[in-house]
């Protein structure tokens, strides 16, 4: 779990380069006691912060702290608008407890008179439910939500989908058949990624890597435990990660089912 002193550590020596901060990558960010007031540092050093969640932590109370937090953007999963289909992509998750979680915050920043956090519910389009995407329209709008976002699905076996996630409407998919009939990703996979070059993930504990599709953290490029991130920036590895890409991101791993060249979300 990331700890709040490594945390104000690492925003002291990055603050004037950082514009934006997001606070999720594999795990549920409200699990960690630290994480509002590691929002509020963050805050006070003029940095937009983003964040995305479960909304299974967000009682009253976690709401009102949200809110007095500084947080900026709050992205709510909410995948489904039944039980029966938000659990389907949400293991042991409660649709109940998402609801009432968005409603607390809205709640508080109406209370409270704050035009943050920008709340939008993420519905993350897949076959299982992609039959209730104009329900969820009318959920947000009751709930009052500032908007609700569908997201494509990246798909890790997309050419054989054993868990039938890819959507019938073509236009929620990242994916498309080509002229055989076999499933492949509509970006052009073109030699280029900006985010080599402007963004990058830290994990928990300290180390760097390329991006959020990295998502155990196989392509180590520093650690900040023992470098500088300018040290890490402009070190040997991630100039040949960089090179990599740019000769032939197709036989990159992360990179060969990346959303990079795509639009991921749809109206």
């Known amino acids: 779990m990331l700890q709040k002193d490594f945390f104000t550590a690492t925003i002291d020596d990055l603050h004037k380069d950082l514009l934006y901060l997001i606070f999720y990558f594999q795990g549920e960010p409200y699990l960690n006691p630290e994480f509002l007031n590691m929002v509020q540092y963050a805050h006070s050093k003029g940095i937009y912060t983003a964040t995305s969640t479960n909304a299974h932590y967000l009682t009253d109370e976690k709401a009102r702290l949200t809110v007095e937090s500084g947080l900026d953007r709050l992205i709510i999963s909410i995948d489904g608008t ?35 956090p920008f709340v939008f519910f993420q519905f993350l389009v897949v076959k299982p439910n992609e039959h209730q995407i104009e329900e969820i329209k009318e959920i947000g709008k009751k709930i009052g939500v500032d908007q609700v976002r569908f997201k494509t699905a990246q798909i890790y076996d997309y050419e054989n989908d054993p868990n039938q996630l890819i959507p019938q409407n073509n236009k929620y998919s990242r994916y498309k058949k080509d002229k055989k009939g076999k499933t492949q990703i509509k970006s052009s996979l073109q030699n280029h990624c900006w985010k080599l070059w402007h963004s990058n993930v830290i994990t928990w504990d300290g180390l760097v890597v390329p991006c959020c599709f990295d998502k155990d953290a196989d392509h180590k490029l520093g650690d900040l435990k023992t470098q500088s991130f300018k040290e890490i920036w402009q070190n040997e590895q991630y100039k040949h990660f960089r090179k990599t890409l740019s000769n032939s991101r197709k036989n990159i791993d992360i990179c060969a089912n990346c959303s990079e060249g795509l639009s991921v979300w749809e109206d």
């Open 82 to 116: 039944t039980q029966d289909v938000y659990e389907q992509y949400r293991r042991g998750g409660n649709l109940n407890k998402v609801l009432e979680g968005a409603a607390h915050i809205i709640k508080w920043k109406k209370e409270l008179k704050s035009k943050t």
